[in-house]
Every structure is written in C-alpha cells, then in structure tokens.
C-alpha cells in the first residue's frame, strides 16, 4: 500500500495531486487521529475539503468514529461560524446534514414506515435545511445546489413527510432536468407517496409519474453510481403496470381557471405553488389538478358514538384556503385599500409599512398557523387521548409533555404519514430534553417566532428595497417589537401554507390507514364522511 502523509496540510495535497486516496484505510486512520491542533492550523477550505473526504471514507468504509469526529469538529472544536464565509458555512451545514444522515443508518437506527424518534435524522433535516438556505444562493454552484435540495428532500422522504420533499427535489431537477440521481430520487419520494395516497386512481397517477422519473433517470445514468442505477432499476420494474402513458397529467384537456383575469392568476398561482389540497398538484402543475377534493375517509363507527369529524376539518380546510386567498390579494393588489382612506398615522421616520394588505398578509399567517392546533384537535378525538387543552405541540405525549414519553396508542405505529405530522411538529418544537430556544436545528424556529409576534407582540414591517435590515433606532422613541422585512413576510407567509397544506394531507392520509387496518378487523357499517352530499359552491358565504 502506498504510504499515506500522517500530516493534514500534506495529505490534503497529497490528495489534490494524486486526484484520490491509494490507501483509505491509512487516510482514515490519520484523519480519524489527529488532534485539534492539527486541524485548528488549517484554512478553513482545506479544513472543509479534508472533513469531506473523512465523510466519503466513513461511508465507504461503513465506520462510525470518522462521522463522530466530524460532527465534532463542526459543533464543538470548532463552533464559532462567524468568521466562515458564507460558502463555506453552506458547506459545514451540508456536511453536518449527512454525516448526521449516515449515522442515523450506520447506528442501526435508520427506519421507515414506523413512529419513531432520532436525533440524529432530526439534525440532519436541520442542517440540510440550513444547507438550502437563500443566504447561500449566490455562494455555492448550480450542482452543489442540486445535491443539497436533494439530499433535503430525501431526508424528509424519510420520516414520510413526502409533500415537502417533493417540493425541494422539483427545486433540484428544474436545475438540471437532465440529473439523473435527481430524477431517480424523486422517482423514490413519488413511489412512497404512492403508497400513503388512499385514491387508487390517485395512486397510478403518481406511479406513472415516477416510472417516468425512473426512465429518464436510467437515459440520464452518466451521473448515477452503480448501486443507485441498480436501485432505480428496480424501482422502475416494480411499477411497470403504470407505465400506460394514458396515465399521464399533461395529456387531459386544459380546464378554465376562472371566470375574470384576477381569477385566472390567483388559480395559475396555487397551482405553480403546489398549494391545491390535491394529491396531483405535487406531480403536476396541469389545470387538471386545480381543485381541493381532499375529504376525510369514511369511517367505521360503533353504534351510538359521536361523529364530530366532518365539521372539524371543513373548518380547518376553509381556514386554509381562505388564508391562501387572503395572502394572494395582499400580495397582488399592492395598491392602497378604501379602509385604509383617512386614517391618521404618525410617521415613526423609520420605513415602516402599514396597512390592509399588510394585515391580509399578516392575517394569512396567523391562519395557516392555526391549523395545526386545530389538526391536533381531530387527532385527540379520534385516538380517544383524553387531553383537555390539545396542541399540536403537546397532543403526542402522555399528559401533554415530552418528558412523559409518546402516548400508548403511537407507540410502535406503522401509520407512516401519521409519523410525517409528528416529524413536521418537530420543524417547531424540538423537544429533545434541552431549551428548543437553544437549537440550532429548529428548522421552523423562526415561523414559530414570527407568529408569537403577530398574535401576541409588536411586528413591525420594513420597506423592500429602502432598508435591507431595521435601521438604527437608538434614537427613536419607540417600544420593543419584532422586525420583518416585507419580501420576508411574504415569503415565510408562503412557506406557512405550504407546511399548513402538508400537514392536512397527512391526516387525510394517517387517517385513511387507521380506517383501513380497522377494516380488516373489525366488523362495521362505513359512513361517508359527512354522507354523500357536499355543499353547493353557490351556498357558500
């Protein structure tokens, strides 16, 4: 075996000019051992370069102590990001996200399709989050891009939360429409789905779109490893019976999105951003899908039972859309409104930004965020919990705190896309026995913020394109408030719906599972949800 320099500086080089590792064993064995000083002497490029390759080594060599090392290296020998380029943090959260990622499978804990817990895979979705982040756009390459909205996307897929990857591996493929580890991967999330989706004409849709991912991946393979081509392979002929291009979204007929042009564009923008309670809007952007048909299943009841279900989500889906409407008007009719008309303001000089469309922005925030306590309402009266004040925070654990361990009815569930809304409570609230204010990894941390502020504080909104961040106040006779820029609001407010509308597809689906396996043993009369009958668009008020 070629001889391997025990020197980080000179291995690095060695690398670079050998255009690889002769003796992996060795390379790891010297990145692996040396000590903090050793790594403390290098630039951060090298440092990063050669943390990268321990990473490659670890998962070729299938070890754990190389990842251990470089989750070290990144959280505590060195933790102090400010002086990181931005280029360079995006890569220490991309490293972070997949040496937590494959540790979570090297450990024995990796899992799917069953309620589970870990830290580690909560750490890399964190990271991985933080990888994509829009601070990093001009920093890092298209294709550096492309691998951290796919290496996202998969970690979500993982924890069943399959709208929201699919969101970021269409983000990756719109890079290149040719990569074919992009495509083969979102073939995988495209199968999963498949597989919570209760409509079986639902269900072949979203096959054929992945048997089409997974073809194209395989005419694409330059870019595919050979145990990936395998994998996508045999996805692909698994789903054969779908290959039928009949199946295929982009042949129907195009359908009218409205009647007036404010209309059509409201509509041509739920559906370019995939905000349709729809299934089929997550594969497909056709007219076809512009519709909210999501219900609840039908459910076995004993006799003499309650039947509050119906109600509860109409509300909850009317909120929704009702908050998707109200964020669109906001943001499009940018001009003034008649009830803003003399009202007497002072100008507090500081750029500032009141009024009604605004509120209707600021509004449509609150109201996505309200759905998820109002899920855990339903999710409380189905699984009979008992809890007297349920929250989507608190409804998973016995007496509603995390201390007291899952309640006995979640515990060793195979409901995968009840396992999703619990993972999608994490993006919140971490819960992992330290302060979630104290978490680096508290993905929707700053949602959370944001809505305490609108709800119970003092927001206060800046002008784009004046200020890039709140100005100098020391000299301002003003009271605490939280500060947002306006494109922020607006596109947190986006990423609100966007989780709101997940989180309302996974309990249709969580639900139609449990509906399913009670099926299969329990002896019951099936009642439609709500009968059925669905209320007239023109009795709506």
Request: glycine fraction near 4%.
């Amino acid at each position: 075996m070629p001889d391997v320099p025990d020197n980080l500086q000179d291995l690095s080089e060695h690398i670079h000019v050998n255009r690889g590792i002769e003796n992996p064993d060795a390379a790891y064995t010297t990145l692996v051992n040396a000590d903090d000083a050793d790594w403390a002497e290098l630039h951060d490029e090298t440092r990063l370069h050669l943390t990268g390759v321990l990473y490659n080594l670890s998962e070729d060599l299938q070890r754990q102590d190389g990842l251990d090392r470089i989750i070290e290296l990144h959280t505590e020998t060195f933790p102090d990001t400010d002086a990181l380029s931005p280029a360079h943090e995006a890569i220490r959260h991309y490293q972070l996200a997949n040496a937590y990622s494959l540790r979570h499978t090297v450990t024995g804990d990796d899992t799917q399709h069953t309620f589970f817990e870990s830290t580690d895979l909560l750490n890399a979705i964190g990271h991985a989050r933080a990888s994509v982040s829009d601070e990093y756009d001009t920093d890092v390459t298209p294709t550096q891009q492309l691998q951290r909205y796919t290496n996202f996307a998969g970690y979500l897929a993982r924890t069943g939360r399959v709208c929201e990857a699919l969101h970021w591996h269409h983000k990756a493929v719109e890079i290149n429409p040719e990569h074919g580890m992009a495509l083969g991967k979102r073939a995988i999330t495209k199968q999963y789905y498949a597989s919570l989706v209760p409509s079986q004409s639902y269900a072949a849709r979203i096959l054929h779109s992945a048997y089409t991912d997974y073809e194209a991946a395989l005419q694409n393979a330059d870019d595919v490893y050979p145990q990936a081509k395998t994998r996508f392979r045999a996805g692909m002929e698994s789903i054969e019976q779908f290959a039928d291009d009949q199946l295929t979204i982009e042949t129907e007929d195009e359908y009218e999105l409205g009647d007036g042009k404010f209309d059509v564009k409201y509509h041509e923008w739920v559906l370019n951003n995939r905000l349709y309670l729809n299934p089929l809007n997550d594969i497909s952007m056709h007219s076809f899908v512009a519709h909210d048909p999501v219900t609840l299943p039908g459910m076995i009841m004993p006799d003499g039972e309650e039947f509050p279900y119906p109600g509860v989500f109409n509300q909850i889906k009317q909120e929704f859309v009702s908050a998707r409407y109200m964020y669109y008007e906001g943001w499009m009719r940018s001009v003034g409104h008649s009830s803003d008309r003399n009202v007497t303001l002072q100008d507090t000089l500081d750029y500032s930004v009141y009024g009604y469309r605004t509120e209707q922005i600021k509004s449509a925030f609150r109201t996505a965020y309200s759905v998820f306590d109002k899920i855990a309402v339903i999710i409380n009266e189905y699984y009979d919990l008992g809890h007297d004040d349920p929250s989507f925070r608190s409804v998973w654990y016995n007496r509603g705190h995390y201390s007291k361990g899952l309640e006995e009815q979640f515990v060793d569930s195979d409901n995968w896309a009840l396992n999703a809304l619990f993972w999608l409570r994490k993006d919140f609230h971490e819960d992992s026995g330290q302060n979630d204010d104290e978490s680096p990894v508290v993905v929707a941390h700053e949602l959370r913020d944001l809505r305490n502020a609108i709800e119970h504080d003092y927001l206060k909104v800046y002008r784009d394109g004046i200020v890039s961040e709140p100005p100098d106040r020391s000299w301002l006779q003003d009271t605490q408030y939280y500060p947002v820029g306006e494109k922020e609001l607006r596109e947190v407010t986006v990423e609100m719906l966007r989780l709101a509308r997940a989180a309302l597809l996974y309990t249709t689906f969580a639900l139609a599972e449990e509906e399913r396996m009670k099926r299969e043993e329990i002896d019951g009369t099936v009642l439609p949800m709500g009968g059925n009958a669905t209320i007239p668009d023109d009795e709506k008020r």
